[in-house]
């Protein structure tokens, strides 16, 4: 299960990236076998960096950017490499379910949209069913 993936930032490097990208693994359990929820960007810019979320105010502290394996997108996918995050399935709920998400990706700051905010919420009412 996974978002569709959104553009972040125009006139940053093109329709394919930055976009945002999020998903997880039902597993055979359903739901409930989903522990990890991989949060990302298609970006070669942002490898290597961290990545630090404001969530409604919260601040938390996500790790470094790095290579991860996504769902394929034909699209997008064999541009540049996607870099993420594994997140456990509740710090996910709880940064898609806050109004006012800043991304902080090493220098830059991304304050996400109206969409990109709707989008993780959506994929986090999936997880928290």
Partial sequence: ?????????HEFGGQCEPLLVAEFD??????RGAKLVKLGF?????EG???RVEADAVNLDLGRLERRDFVEDSLCRSMPPTVGVELDRKTFISIAGSQDIVMHIGERMIRLERK?????HALALELDL
């Fill in 1 to 9: 299960m996974s978002i569709r993936k959104l553009q972040l930032e």
């Fill in 49 to 51: 960096e961290q990545l």
């Fill in 26 to 31: 039902y597993g055979k359990d359903g739901l």
């Fill in 116 to 120: 990109h905010v709707q989008a993780l």
């Fill in 42 to 46: 298609i970006s070669h810019r942002f």
